[in-house]
């Protein structure tokens, strides 16, 4: 066989050429028309090139996640029912239905555990030492003894980097365990923009690191949001590697990865039409898997309309199952190296992020960050001003009058 040129059959073109193509396509407007901006006020697009794509990139895969067992990343299940018993019967249908890992919610927003005897009523059935268990974030370190029960298990305390203790309680903490999960995603659902989450990410980083020292690599994760923006999310996920490597390397430690728990965005989801939601999680599964995320909770439909049914979790388990197995997403180690316009916009996020996070620092660190969500407040309302279409609220929408209307059913916790 000959060797070719895979170039040989194609015309040469130029960006004058492509610019002819689109403006005639445009029909009068102007190409300006097609430029969208970011929250962080970065341009991204209509056209990235080669001249664009930073010089420095390099490949930023998965830190790779314990216990997959041959998987890309792992499909997590939400558990936060209320009541134990509904609870575990949920958790064990996810389990059962594909789902590799869980993310427990505990206190008023989930399930009601008083102690450790009820945590293994929660656990029944469940075998522990074969999935990862993932508290969401929270500031408790008593939560710490719910689990005594489970030591040989894989577990994340998903407590904060400022959490009273953490020092001492890291010294007595099982092999499998890790301590932090920095709540990034709680930026972004508060209104926060792309590099403000990534800042906070980098700030937290630094407090943990400076709290547990070189040690802090093994116990620090951070869990992100995925919005309905895939390409978008790709570029932060992205950063947020380049980003965490910078900090661990500054104290002296190398090659640390970072784990990445993604949870779909909860500030996207809509109450009005939730069946468009379906569309939103799927985009953000989309980013969130090609970003390279370890972990993946994606929200199930009725998310902003009550408690989920099997039928909300069974979909939400399945476009995972559909982009893990049939469409086979997870294939490249990291799929957007090289491209011009997810490098253009990585490094751009990672800049504009690390300006955040040096105004962080000036202003006294996490400790210190009322000016931060001073900032957060600021870009929450200015999205809110833009009132930007929303698919099945105030574009496309379809109303309770009209025959295509179904109601999405959500489960009703006994009084």
Known sequence: MSNFELTDNFPSSSQESWQALVEKGLRGAD?????????????????????????????????????????????TAPVQDPEIAHANKQALEDLTGGAS??????????????????????????YSELIPIMIAPNNDIRNAELFKDFKTADICLGLGPKTEGLTE????????????????????????????????????????????????????????????DGHLTI?????????????????????????????????????????TNMLRVMSAGFGAVIGGADFIMARPFTDAIGLATPFGHRIARNMQLMMMEESHLGQVKDAAYGSYFHERMTESLAQKAWAE???????????????????????????????????????????????AYREAKVRRVPS
């Open 31 to 75: 190409l300006d028309s097609l430029m969208r901006i970011t929250d962080d006020g970065l341009a991204r697009g209509p056209l990235s090139t080669l001249n664009e794509r930073p010089q420095d990139i390099a490949a930023l895969p998965r830190a790779g996640a314990p216990l997959l067992e041959g998987r890309a990343w792992h499909i």
């Open 101 to 126: 890992a869980l993310r427990i919610t505990l206190g008023d927003k989930g399930v009601q555990i008083k102690n450790a005897n009820e945590m293994k009523r929660l656990m029944d059935k469940v």
């Open 169 to 228: 309680l890291a010294e007595e903490l099982p092999e499998t365990w890790r301590l932090i999960t920095i709540n990034a995603a709680g930026v972004h659902d508060r209104g926060g923009t792309e590099a403000q989450e990534l800042a906070y990410l980098a700030a937290s980083a630094t407090h943990a690191y400076r709290t547990l020292g070189q040690s802090g690599a093994k116990h620090i994760g951070v869990e992100l949001s995925a919005s309905q």
């Open 235 to 275: 570029a932060k996920l992205r950063a947020a590697r380049r980003i965490y490597a910078r900090i661990a390397e500054s104290f002296g430690v190398k090659e640390s990865a970072l784990s990445i728990s993604v949870v779909t965005s909860k500030r996207m989801m809509q109450s009005k039409d939730p069946w």
């Open 357 to 403: 996070f040096q105004q962080i620092e000036s202003e006294g660190g996490i400790e210190n960050i009322d000016a931060f969500k001073t900032r957060i407040e600021a870009a929450a309302k200015a999205r809110k001003d833009k009132a930007n279409p929303i698919l099945g609220v105030n574009l496309h929408t379809l109303e309770k009058d009209s025959t």
